[in-house]
């Protein structure tokens, strides 16, 4: 049975960083390609950045690049979301998404975790 958690949400003052992990089980996870999405209270979800199985490609929302970097640990099953210079904007549930193919878009989820909140905050 496929199962996302993610990990790693929480607290944080602007300008600070996070590393979010998802850990996948039951699907194993260098076939296929990764992401990560997030939805705020009120708002519509919004992709903010996924790779391609292969890794060679990845896709970042103009509101996160030069700022997040998505990564993936197929030996651990393992994908991440590092985030830097966080603003109050970006706080949000995240939520890391597996694609049923080896290419991915911001637009389309196909599987999903639970979500981690992260909040941005002095």
């Known amino acids: 049975q496929l199962q996302l958690v993610e990990s790693g949400g929480g607290l944080v003052q602007p300008g600070g960083s996070l590393r979010l992990s998802c850990a996948v089980s039951?699907?194993?996870?260098?076939?296929?390609?990764i992401g990560w999405f997030r939805q705020a209270p009120g708002k519509e979800r919004e992709g903010v950045s996924c790779?391609?199985?292969?890794?060679?490609?990845?896709n970042y929302a103009d509101s996160v690049k030069g700022r997040f970097t998505i990564s993936r640990n197929n030996a651990k099953n393992t994908m991440y979301l590092q985030m830097n210079n966080l603003k109050p904007e970006d706080t949000a549930v995240y939520y890391c998404t597996l694609y049923s193919s080896k290419y991915c878009s911001l637009t389309s989820y196909d599987y999903w975790g639970q979500g981690t909140q992260v909040t941005v905050s002095s």
């Open positions: 039951g699907f194993t996870l260098d076939h296929y390609a």
């Open positions: 790779m391609s199985s292969s890794g060679v490609t990845t």
